[in-house]
């Protein structure tokens, strides 16, 4: 079956400007998370949905959001760059359970 | 903070054995114990989990401490494939919140 997809995989904005990221994940899963991956910071949770519902917050600024949708592909927004949100933007699907978590390759972000 | 403590780096020779450690001296009843791996440019990919007994599928096998406080991957015969960042994390179903750590990257010599 086919894995879990984002788009775009890389994308250079401006600070200031605002991106938005998309995930597809492996069908039939419902709760789709998302991380930051930096050099310094290592690999960072930033939230979980499922079923359309935000489970889990990171500790990350308001600036950074998201949402699912009901066939359960996910997007995060992130608001006003700033040259710190230079990163790799990873997402994991999983099905409901303590199973695998399934990631994507994952959208490298730049910001200039 | 991170919920395991994994040693930066390790060094193995290809077709060894690999033991791979990672304390979790503050897991819960309900955490389940995932190992992942990270080769470069990829993103994690899953390697195994458990509960309380030791786990093997193909790709390696895990031991998880009577007390459930630590726990080793083990690779049986290390490839030069097998060169990543492995990451331990504790997984509670009811709460996916997951804290990854800085992992251990395994380098493996020829």
């Known amino acids: 079956k086919a894995g879990v997809t984002q788009t775009p995989r890389y994308l250079i904005k401006t600070r200031g400007q605002q991106v938005t990221l998309s995930c597809s994940p492996i069908?039939?899963?419902?709760?789709v998370s998302w991380y930051q991956q930096t050099p310094g910071q290592g690999l960072q949770f930033l939230f979980e949905?499922?079923?359309?519902?935000?489970?889990n917050k990171g500790n990350f600024p308001g600036r950074f959001s998201g949402r699912q949708f009901s066939n359960s592909r996910s997007e995060m927004n992130v608001s006003t760059l700033e040259l710190g949100d230079s990163a790799l933007y990873l997402c994991?699907?999983?099905?409901?359970?303590?199973?695998?978590?399934?990631f994507g390759e994952g959208s490298r972000l730049t910001v200039l | 903070d991170a919920k395991t403590t994994q040693p930066n780096s390790m060094e193995s020779n290809e077709e060894e054995p690999v033991h791979l450690p990672c304390n979790h001296s503050?897991?819960?009843?309900?955490?389940?114990i995932h190992w992942y791996r990270q080769l470069p440019s990829q993103g994690p990919e899953y390697v195994i989990h458990?509960?309380?007994s030791n786990v093997n599928n193909r790709m390696a096998s895990l031991a998880i401490a009577e007390d459930r406080k630590s726990s080793t991957l083990i690779l049986h015969r290390a490839t030069l494939r097998d060169a990543a960042v492995y990451y331990c994390?504790?997984?509670?179903?009811?709460?996916?919140?997951?804290?990854f750590g800085k992992g251990t990257r395994l380098h493996i010599l020829p």
């Open positions: 069908s039939g899963h419902r709760s």
């Open positions: 949905y499922f079923s359309e519902t935000q489970r």
């Open positions: 994390i504790l997984r509670d179903p009811r709460d996916d919140k997951i804290i």
């Open positions: 994991a699907s999983s099905s409901l359970g303590a199973g695998e978590l399934f």
């Open positions: 503050t897991i819960s009843g309900t955490d389940y």
């Open positions: 458990g509960l309380t």
